[in-house]
């Protein structure tokens, strides 16, 4: 293990992963919540690291495959999120709040939560343009000392994604007002709708 690459692995990963996205804002959406905090959070960390190992040691084969599979991702991503956006802006202006919602056991299953996290993540092109091609292309700078770079994007990955969970449920009391809650939920909606314009608007 090499200190200074697995650093610099660390620092890249934090660049990458800390711009506010889709699965971000999911995360960040749940902690608030205070439901599947720890499976939503493992989940996307996991994702995280199977794309980074990948992308790492098969960095030359997947830049080969992706164009063949990007127009698929790209287009079906952003269908996905424009309906989740839909589905968000919905929540912000109907009924109590999410957080009365989850209160009362209507906040969805583990499983529906974890195929969103799922979702959220392999649907996304920009996940795999960061993890498998970008992350992937530094780490050949470093021969023999890949893995290093792999772990501290790892690391990078799980931190922060520990943090936005569990930082999000210090701020449950704040969302007890509907108010607040209605403006994360448009926000949440506005992020996901400019993430579907991008890959739509993406070359």
């Known amino acids: 293990m090499s200190l200074p690459v ?7 990963g934090f660049t990458l992963i800390v711009a506010i996205g889709a699965q971000n804002a999911f995360v960040l959406r749940q902690g608030l919540l205070g439901r599947f905090v720890w499976p939503v959070t493992l989940v996307c960390a ?15 084969q997947v830049a080969q495959a992706l164009p063949a599979f990007e127009p698929v991702m790209r287009y079906g991503g952003a269908a996905f999120l424009t309906i989740y956006a839909g589905r968000s802006l919905h ?8 957080l009365a919602a989850a209160s009362g056991g209507d906040g969805g299953s583990l499983s529906r939560t974890l195929l969103l996290s799922l979702a959220l993540t392999w649907l996304n092109p920009h996940v795999y343009l960061d993890t498998l ?12 000392q890949q893995m ?11 931190a922060f994604f520990i943090a936005l ?13 509907p108010r607040v809650w209605q403006t994360v939920e448009v926000l949440i909606a506005l992020t996901m709708a400019a993430t579907a314009l991008r890959l739509l608007l993406a070359q």
């Not at 697995?6 to 890249?12: E, K, P, Q, S, V």
């Not at 929540?91 to 999410?98: K, L, R, V, Y």
């Open 6 to 12: 697995f650093l610099t692995g660390l620092a890249m």
């Open 46 to 60: 996991l994702s995280d690291t199977v794309l980074i190992v990948v992308g790492v040691l098969f960095f030359r």
């Open 91 to 98: 929540a912000a202006f109907t009924g109590p709040g999410a």
């Open 133 to 144: 091609v970008l992350l992937g292309s530094l780490s050949a700078q470093f021969r023999g």
């Open 148 to 158: 290093s770079f792999a772990a501290g994007a790892i690391t990078a990955s799980f």
């Open 165 to 177: 969970g569990q930082g999000a449920a210090r701020l449950r009391p704040l969302l007890a007002r």
